[in-house]
């Protein structure tokens, strides 16, 4: 990902992957509008719209740059309903909250190169959620200059496979961590944001419910040593996918931590080994 918001992961990406990326078949339809309209010049709000303006304003909001924040010119009716509240004629820093920060980063990216992005906002660990919608973030010009003033954004909800996804790793025995992931130039990974942590991975590594430390990849050596007081005996690995053998030093039982690349995220499952006997 091109970048990450601490607390609520505001994750976001540019270039060619953006097209794969999209889930939203109304979202496909739009960028892709957008593509071909800026083969010849960038863009300006009514060409990006179209005929079916109404329509197309329902799901989409649009901001205008002021110095230093944006400010909300539109907010659709269906944006309305999945946020939960109409921002027109608000300026985005009033949402003094962790995505509103990350997006107006990427906002304030996408004017400056002139380019679309695509979004996907993440909720923490801390929040106790998970991904709730994507968006796609276009650049359109102010007037016959085309020089870009406005960000244009359509949202969609990420579909309901993602509550059935997130049902079952609560639910699952094995204890599992999900991250998004960073690696260096050599694919090595350096680090990410923790987005959920299992029952079972609670449990067995003794984490309490409020657990402010614990936000980054990074930050699992350290509990790992000093919070579950786990002892390091071995590290192995196979294809892409790195085990870890930990002893537990007060009870003497051995665990097995095994990290896996998933896409643009990284799993974490944990299993005492006394219990595969």
Known sequence: PDGEEAGAVVQSWTGEKVRDL??????????ERWMTLVKYKMPRLNEVLGSDQAVELDD???LYRVPGDFAFVHHGAAVVK?????LTGTLLSARANAIARGVAKVYAKSIAVAE???IRHIASVASNAHFYSEQIVLPVAADERREVEFVLTFSAPLDDKTEVLTAIFERSPIGMIAATSSHDENGKLQNGRILMINSAA?????LPNAVGSLQTVRDLGP???DGALWTKKEVVTQDKQTHIHFLERNSGKNYRVTI????NFV?????DLAGMR
């Open 22 to 31: 999209i889930r939203a078949p109304d979202l496909i339809r739009r960028y």
């Open 60 to 62: 989409a909001m649009l």
């Open 82 to 86: 999945l946020i939960g509240t109409n």
């Open 116 to 118: 679309p992005f695509y």
């Open 202 to 206: 609670r449990k067995i590594m003794k």
């Open 223 to 225: 509990w790992f040593r």
């Open 260 to 263: 896996e690349p998933v896409q």
């Open 267 to 271: 799993l974490f499952s944990i299993i």
